[in-house]
Structure formats: structure tokens, C-alpha cells
């Protein structure tokens, strides 16, 4: 059972890597949960129900990493994590730097990046879905190929991000405000751009036609890049 608790602890802690203190942390967390472990079999319990109550006894980790004092570890935001050819599906990484990363392949369904910085990361062929970007930077970012569904991109920096080759249907860009934004080859069918501002915004080899600009404001290029592609533009102010 050491071994299984010790496992569950590396999974949890993965995302902070060799951070100093994670070691320590996870060693003292694994003697608490033994413990746990322990009482609840004397009490009666099954193997597997006594496992399964010690592991939630763990709580958050990202909780558990932000009283983490400064001299014995680095605070969470101060974390890179490793996020190429990983397995990080529902992991929280809210306000982390991921900034400047090559990602491809990864399967990050329902990870947490709101807050994060993830300028200039370039990601290629990863399962992205659910994944909440909310008020996170995404200067200059990539996504090739990408699964990205039921993401958040609400109050995110999107400025210069590019997407190719992706599926952006039904998601929402509402109010948001894109400059130099880039869709290429990508398919955004009943994707909402509704009071969204668009400066410079491309959308080369994409069907525009079903988007939602209802009440958008955009730039004459944007507008004429759209209006031949037989957009809808009933609603939109040019500026």
C-alpha cells in the first residue's frame, strides 16, 4: 500500500516537478497518509474503501503548495512545468509561467490555466479540451491541430495567437478584444465573436460564414476579409 500511496503523491505532485521542498512535502504527506491509512483499517474499513477515504483526506495539492513558505520552495508561479508528451488531465496550473514551451502530443484535457502565462508556446496536436485559459496571456501562442473544445478563452490575451488546423466550433470570443490574431485552415462554425473587438484579425482558408460577429467592432481589412467571405455583418461598427 506504501507503494500505491507513494504513486498517487508522484501523480499529484507532477506538475511541480523537482521543485525544492516538493521532495520533502511528498515525504511527509506519504508518513500522514499511512497513518490515515492505518486508522481507518482498524476501524474496520476495506483496502480499497480505506484508500480511497485516505486519498481524499489529501486535499488540494495547489493549496497545499500556495502555504509553502519562500525559503523552502518556490511558489507555485514560479513553477515551469514540463508539458510536452505529458499526461496532466485536470491539473491545476492556474498563474504558472508556461511561457515559450513546444507541446505536442500531451493530453491536457480540463487543465487548469487560468491566470497563467503562456506566451509564445506553441502546441501541436494536443487534447485540449475543457481547458480554461480564463485571463490567461497567450501572446504570440500556437495551436496546430489541437482538440479544443469547451475551452475558456474568456478575458484571455490573445493578441498575435494563432490557430491552424483547429476545431474552434461553438466557442466564445465574446467582448474580447483580438488584434493580430490568427485563423488559419481552422473551422469556427457558430463560434461567437458577439461585441468582440477585431484589429488585423485573419481568417485565412476558414469559413466564416456561420460565426456570430453580432455587434462587433472591426478594423476595413477585417471587415472586407470577412464581407467576401459572405460573413454575416448585419451588426458590425467599422472603425
Not at 23 to 48: P, R, T, W
Amino acid at each position: 500500500m506504501e507503494k500505491k500511496l507513494q504513486n498517487h503523491l508522484d501523480s499529484a505532485f507532477k506538475p511541480y516537478g523537482d521543485a525544492a521542498g516538493v521532495k520533502e512535502i511528498k515525504q511527509e504527506l506519504l508518513v500522514n497518509l499511512q497513518e490515515k491509512f492505518a486508522d481507518l483499517k482498524a476501524d474496520g474499513k476495506s483496502d480499497d474503501e480505506a484508500f480511497t477515504k485516505t486519498i481524499e483526506s489529501l486535499g488540494d495539492v495547489a493549496e497545499i503548495m500556495e502555504h509553502v513558505p519562500r525559503d523552502a520552495s518556490a511558489r507555485k508561479k514560479d513553477f515551469k512545468p514540463n508539458l510536452s508528451g505529458t499526461g496532466l488531465k485536470d491539473a491545476d496550473l492556474s498563474g504558472t509561467t508556461v511561457s515559450d514551451l513546444d507541446v505536442k502530443g500531451s493530453d491536457l484535457r480540463g487543465v487548469n490555466l487560468s491566470g497563467a502565462d503562456v506566451s509564445r508556446t506553441h502546441f501541436t496536436g494536443c487534447d485540449m479540451t475543457g481547458v480554461s485559459f480564463e485571463g490567461a496571456t497567450l501572446t504570440g501562442a500556437e495551436f496546430k491541430g489541437c482538440a479544443l473544445s469547451k475551452v475558456n478563452f474568456d478575458h484571455a490575451d490573445l493578441t498575435e495567437t494563432v490557430f491552424i488546423g483547429c476545431d474552434l466550433d461553438g466557442l466564445s470570443f465574446t467582448g474580447m478584444h483580438l488584434q493580430g490574431t490568427e485563423f488559419k485552415a481552422s473551422s469556427i462554425r457558430n463560434t461567437i465573436f458577439k461585441g468582440a473587438i477585431l484589429e488585423e484579425v485573419t481568417f485565412h482558408h476558414t469559413d466564416a460564414k456561420k460565426a456570430n460577429f453580432d455587434g462587433a467592432t472591426m478594423d476595413k481589412i477585417t471587415f472586407a476579409l470577412l464581407q467576401g467571405m459572405r460573413a454575416s455583418l448585419n451588426n458590425v461598427t467599422i472603425k
